[in-house]
């Protein structure tokens, strides 16, 4: 163990010392330890077990790159042991053991593996029928996973979004990312840095390099640049959008330019137990030293085959451990400053010599020992060997560029075989890559490509440079060996630690006749860990390109696909910061006593009064308007101006249901369905003139088909034109059997006769001195007038309303009363009644849909689906002695034991005196009359009688006086 006095490192404070447990053990660290420094500093190697042997794991990258040091703090899993600090009282525990990471029983599972060859659960759990459900699944759930998760427990910690804009991003804080920066930000630029590590500068903090520059200092002291460090930029998405995740906050940032210097990823070697504790990436072991002051053996062995290889010797040798020996896998001899000093120092030196077996401790705790052997040919241990006494093992085979972002801004991978290199092309135009990333691995070239790389992206976002820096030339070769794979007859020569994948498994789904690379990860599962293919992209797609007799480039990696790291999901849930929305009657609302809920963005009142209980207040407004009249606040309703010689026709094909030959002054239903022909919105069209229809939307789905009609019409070319006025008009809904009686008092443009303004027409005139844009709607049920005016009179017509009815006893009515009212007419609400798959033929409004049109949005799905039906509808039910509260929206439908649908909307209806609802039942169930069976929270099972939809007035005639 290292006292904690004799460490130094960059990113610890030794004279502060921090208490934390491990596997219910207490150890020891120091201020600015990771969990993983702090451990290793107490000679615990052991972090973790692999997740189908259970083997023991430990210390891989130091970088928050592998599964290896996922651990557990209280109910918050997969930790990253190597990036999470430590505090006193921290309590950690690792994943995926019986007991704890020294005493695993699973470990029994190693001993099996031979009995689990790659995609033995595809041929082994289905067999004979019914062996899956009874014995298998039960089995395979309580094992399958990591951490051990108590959903019952809240996720602990305020998580919210914020949002921000630059003209220039650069993602990661390396020599190439901060010179980017520097000359981005002299052009002018606004610029932020983005990198996950605690502190800026990359390899500068721990690797044996040296440049002339002081870029961190320059970086820190610039007014121009802004610096993120614990900061993880997780994908990159159209428009130069990126999520990036710093602490419990998600920003959601946009760039004019982005620079991508996200360096590179060290490979491992494969070779026998190749995953023990204490073989390591050399730059894990460079990490732990100049970092965190942590000595990361005693005696070792380093696999070279490039010079900062012998960097990594030597800062080994600088920090106490004793170097047996360097196995270069290069067979001749290679010149390079680290290397000339290694020799020097007196270190044997093995040229074309590979490790061929890493040898355990008792129970696999460590390394003890490796077998190395001479190389005969590509991938070939020779005969010629010697055992070599050990604890640590630094692998510094190659690197591959952290490709991730690029790829998804549209970059390609290519594969230089005689380079053993990778190389990113054709990112997107915004896309600029700096350094390493972009295969410079010079330090000083690194600097040169980020400074002229800056200075382009200054330029793209309009600032002047007049002597723009020149990139500079790649140098030849790379510090990749082309083939640091030396399978072992007796296997465990892991290239996924992640899913425990040994070199034989990558051969045997190519013999299975899985040729193809995205095939091989879906059936060995090889990339589908935590790591998502770091370090097994490369070393996958070679043996397999060795397999199939083609090359790298040919076989390619893996899509990758956001996120780059693992994620929470509460941090996708994080609290939103969107504007509330008030509609211009809110202050009239307040002071008549609403009580507030939120719809989308808007604040709505749900009823209104004080001194009862709710359902009491809503029933009441529900009634008054069913037997008097009632006005309510409808200015959330989304609003849609379509205009121009094709506007007909783009209605014809955005919507189910027949436009063209709508007369002017008439309104008919709008009903939208997407490409697979799910139901996804609804509304009412009018028609203004021949060419102008004045369309609505629902509250919340507005945005989305504004948005949804722009993409459509950029692929169409009609000549309309669409803009969404949602804000520009106020609207109130006047309804009741006294309506027209109030409105009456309130205009003398309008006829309102039922013959002059029948139901489903539209009417402009002025409205209490406003001019009005009224149409003739239903849908709570009953004579309506849904009157819209320009928002800035919204306050007024609401005042005017009021008072033109007070003499009858107007009142406003809230959301729940008009949800209420119109479940009692079986009006369904998109979104609520509807779910990702639903149809119109399953909710009875097939009525809605003109078949007989050339073509709408999701017309040939709703043919091909109609070929077929689904085994549920949406029915109508009623419960006559049961109380609404026994029953709840999202409740089962159930028959025979099995689930066949839920309940979508149910309440207890004053005006009919009993307990009405929707749901989806079996389609064998949806006549009228038949019996349904409803299982409520508690599991009880509640018999309803199918009825018609239409529960109140079904003939119409209210809503038609």
Known sequence: MNKSTQRQGLLIDASETIKFTFDGREYEGVAGDTIASALAANGEWILSRSFKYHRPRGVLTMAAQDANTLVQIGNEVSVFADRHPISNGLAVRAQNVSKSARKDSGFAMNRLSRFMPVGFYYRTFFKPKGVWERIWEPRIRAKAGLGKLDISKPTEGYYDKAYGWYDVIVVGAGPAGLAAAIAAADAGASVLIVDENPIIGGALNYARVKIERDLISEVEAHRNIEIWTDATCNAWYSDNWLPVIRGNRLHKLRAEQVVFATGLIEQPSQFRNNDLPGIMQGSAAQRLVRLYGVKPGNRAVVLASNDEAYGVALDLLDAGVKLAAICDLRKNGHSGPNRSEVVARQVEVLDGWCVWEAQPEKDYVHVRAVEVAEIDAQGTAGN??????????????????????PLQSGGRLSYDSAAAQFKISGQHDAILLAGSVDGYFDTEDCVAHGTAQGARAATK??????????????????????????????GKDFVDFDE????????????????????????????MGPSQGRHAALATAMIVAKETKRSVSDVGVTTARPPVTTEKIATLAGRKFTPMRRTPMHEQHAAQGASWLLAGNWMRPAFYGRGQDDKTLIAEEALNVRNNVGMIDVSTLGGLDIRGPDAAEFLNRMYTFAYVKLPVGRTRYLLMTNEAGTVIDDGVACRRAEQYFYVTATTTGVDRIYRNMLWWNAQWRLDVDIANVTAAYAGVNLAGPNARRVLEKLTDDIALSSQEFPYLAYREGMVAGIPARVFRVGFIGELGYEIHVPSRFGAELWRAIGEAGQALGIRPFGLEAQRLMRLEKGHVIIGQDTDGMTTPEELDMSWAVANSKPFFIGKRSLELRGKTLSSRKLVGFAIDR??????????????NGSIVGFITSIAYSPTLGKVIGLAYADRLDASLGSRISLRSSDGVEHQAEVVSSHFYDPENLRQEM
């Not at 440079?465 to 007796?490: C, M, Q, T, V, Y």
């Not at 049961?882 to 028959?895: C, D, G, I, R, Y």
């Open 461 to 490: 976002c309009g600032y002047e440079i007049k002597d723009l820096p020149a990139l500079p030339a790649r140098r030849p070769g790379s510090p990749n060996h082309p083939w640091p794979i030396f399978p072992h007859p007796e």
């Open 384 to 405: 010629k060997r010697q055992k070599i006494d050990c604890d640590l093992v630094c692998m510094s085979v190659g690197y591959v560029p952290a490709y991730q972002l």
């Open 882 to 895: 049961m109380p609404a509260s026994a029953l709840q929206e999202s409740n089962l439908v159930v028959k």
């Open 500 to 527: 425990d994948l040994q070199v034989k498994d990558i051969k045997n789904a190519v013999a299975d006749g899985y040729r193809e690379l995205e095939l091989v990860k879906r059936f060995s599962t090889v990339g």
